[in-house]
């Protein structure tokens, strides 16, 4: 099955890309800059940077980093801020610095962030003031030497940018108490950079952009190598799958996924980079309210989200009186979109989501759903170009079309393997370039890729296997319900049973007309035997409901104190 090259693919998306177009990140970035100098690249809080202004910015960090901290080529750089205009100055600093970035989840422990700060042996770290009491805890046990400290407010006009500061601090109290006695303020590193002389480095497609931590498909957070070619060569892939219903230098992506994530990364801040787009910035996307308000102001042509981002939108009364006159891109990733959640959204917007599907060792794009289709199917869609897919069973064999099995991926996104651990990308990495994904999923005849579920998500009842997935679209088309998520329970009988989670819409909505409710749908060992409704779920920095916290939580609870 390798190399299937799909009829369902529009005939303007190329089968192959080229992954050598530009040489590096930086040659990008750099032609970017040049040819689309004045026009908007990222927005925050009322705040433009242009792309002649984001070049001065980036460059003039990038000679701090090579002249006032004498980092080298090759150095670790760690980004630990939400989206905010300082971030991109940041990255591209650090990139024409030709050091590597290690993007840090802000809400982080310091357990968390220490284990990352070593693993990948940073030596320095811009972190926006919110979170460095959480930095301060354990900067002593790490190798960072530098802390480039910023305010939420920074980069806003004044006196905006000094009210917004002080909210933050002493009225929303915010910024939790911090010292370090060495930090240098962002603002100051990029006067003194402007000042010195910027060396550009020799980058080739070979050297590291980012180590990208994940949890991977196996085990505990792992930093995955990404290299300039892996990263370009997934921004090619994006723009064959979405350039024909976009137009260089006049798109404006909605940017609520954060930055740090590969999602966004790629799909939002690469790809509307390369295409002279603009990035509309949102702080905080959980705040639906006030989501809806900024993206009102603004003639929005794309979107990125995930399944509970484009849920809490559609099930919002002000949602609909926004005006999407002119949006034709909207993407999905992370997990499967809801058939309730993608109708309410074609219904609203006028236009279909378009599912993706990708993870962080692949850069992340391995799959996209034809931008020509105007219809739903439920799929992830098929290969992006240059990607070759296979499924395999438990024992390795390729399967067949229709087959149900584990998904491997090879092509120039695959990651090079995970930062200082052999064993682990032994474990999904082959020596002639498959990735196990750990995903479970159906090919069709058609070239379309169906999720299933994650393999580690997988429940066994009696012997046959119970999608998460399956059990939650069905409970999702129920009117009452908000949110759901179906988790396996140890059963003395069955060995496991099926057990949901569910946030209610409608107060009224009770356990058992759920469970009559997925009786019309479901055979009989499918069926929730147990239904427990919370207030929310625990989710992912990007949105995805958590199973593995809810089981957790859930063996917690049936242990009980006395043990």
């Not at 439920?378 to 499924?391: E, W």
């Not at 759920?514 to 019309?520: A, D, L, Y």
């Amino acid at each position: 099955m390798e190399k299937v090259w799909l009829t369902r693919y529009p005939s303007d998306v190329p089968p192959e890309i080229k992954s050598d177009v530009y040489s590096s990140l930086v040659e990008m970035f750099e032609n970017a800059t040049q040819k689309y100098s004045d026009q908007a690249a990222f927005t925050n809080m009322g705040k433009v940077i242009t792309f002649r202004k984001l070049e001065e910015r980036s460059r003039a960090f990038a000679a701090y980093l090579q002249n006032d901290l004498g980092l080298k080529k090759g150095d670790r750089v760690a980004i630990m801020m939400p989206n905010l205009l300082q971030y991109p100055v940041a990255l591209f600093g650090i990139l024409r610095a030709g050091c590597v970035i290690v993007n840090v989840n802000p809400l982080y422990t310091p357990r968390e962030l220490e284990h990352q700060l070593n693993d990948s042996e940073a030596k320095a770290i811009v972190i926006i003031s919110n979170f460095a009491s959480t930095l301060q805890q354990i900067i002593h046990k790490t190798s960072v030497r530098h802390v480039i400290l910023s305010h939420l407010g920074d980069m806003l006009f004044h006196p905006k940018g000094t009210f917004v500061n002080f909210v933050v601090k002493y009225i929303k109290r915010m910024v939790p108490k911090y010292y370090f006695h060495n930090a240098i303020p962002l603002r100051l590193a990029l006067r003194k950079g402007k000042k010195t002389q910027y060396v550009k480095p020799h980058l080739t497609g070979d050297d590291i952009a980012f180590l990208q931590y994940t949890g991977g498909t196996t085990g505990v957070s792992k930093g995955a190598i990404l290299t300039h070619r892996n990263m370009l060569a997934n921004l090619e892939q994006a723009k064959a799958s979405y350039f024909p219903v976009l137009q260089k230098g006049r798109e404006l992506v909605i940017t609520a996924l954060p930055l740090y994530h590969i999602f966004a990364l790629t799909v939002n801040c690469l790809l509307f980079i390369e295409l002279g787009g603009q990035n509309l910035l949102i702080n905080n996307p959980r705040d639906i309210q006030g989501l809806i308000k900024e993206i009102s102001h603004y003639p929005f042509t794309a979107i990125t989200g995930v399944n509970t981002l484009f849920n809490a939108l559609v099930n919002h009364p002000s949602f609909k009186r926004v005006n999407f006159s002119h949006l034709h891109l909207s993407v999905s990733g992370g997990t499967a979109v809801q058939q309730r959640v993608a109708e309410k959204w074609k219904e609203i917007t006028g236009i279909h989501i378009l599912e993706g599907y990708g993870l962080t060792e692949c850069s992340p794009l391995v799959s996209a759903y034809p931008y020509d289709l105007r219809i739903h199917n439920g799929s992830i869609g098929v290969p992006v170009p240059s990607t070759d897919v296979r499924i395999v069973d438990d024992e390795g064999h390729i399967l067949s079309f229709d087959g149900v099995g584990e998904l491997q991926v090879k092509g120039p996104q695959v990651m090079q393997g995970y930062w200082k651990q052999p064993a682990a990308t032994d474990e999904v990495l082959s020596k002639d370039g498959w990735l196990s994904t750990g995903d479970i999923v159906r090919f069709c005849e058609d070239g379309f890729l169906h999720i299933v579920d994650r393999k580690k998500d997988l429940i066994i009842v009696s012997g046959f296997n119970v999608y998460p997935n399956e059990i939650e679209d069905v409970v999702a088309l129920n009117d009452k319900v908000l949110e759901v998520a179906a988790i396996g329970q140890a059963h003395e009988r069955s060995g496991e049973q099926v057990k949901i989670f569910v946030v209610k819409k409608d107060e009224t909505l009770t356990e058992k007309e759920i469970i009559e409710h997925c009786r019309q749908y479901l055979t009989g060992y499918k069926v929730p035997k147990i239904v427990e409704f919370r207030d929310d779920l625990p989710k992912s920095n990007i949105g995805k409901i958590l199973r593995r916290q809810l089981r957790d939580e859930d063996n917690a609870q049936k242990r009980g104190p006395q043990e």
